[in-house]
């Protein structure tokens, strides 16, 4: 029996990054698509509870304004870096964060105008 030679080092360092590269691509694929589902089960429960049995149709005249909000939230989240693998844990800093950019849809201030 011929003894089997290991593989040269650059087809491990090549196949060490593309383990790494799937993992993060996948973690972060998974957060996005995750938030995605949310915002739509968000807005088919609200025409659920607005329209009631005719949420239906109304989700077909819905669905493409409310996509393009969506992109442009997911956007600022991306911009946000709410997305990034080493910010994204249950600490102060990643909440600071998400709230802040929760914040944004108001304008950023909490003043009253008259």
Known sequence: MLPMNPAPPATIIVDIFVK???????????????????????????LAIRYGVEYQRNFALHVWPF????????LIFYIANLYELSVVKNTVSFFSNYFSVLKTRRGGNNERRC
């Open 20 to 46: 790494v590269l799937y993992y993060v691509v996948m973690r972060k694929s998974i957060l996005v698509f995750g938030d995605l589902a949310v915002l739509y089960l968000a807005l088919i429960l609200t």
């Open 67 to 74: 996509t393009i909000i969506f992109l442009i939230w997911l």
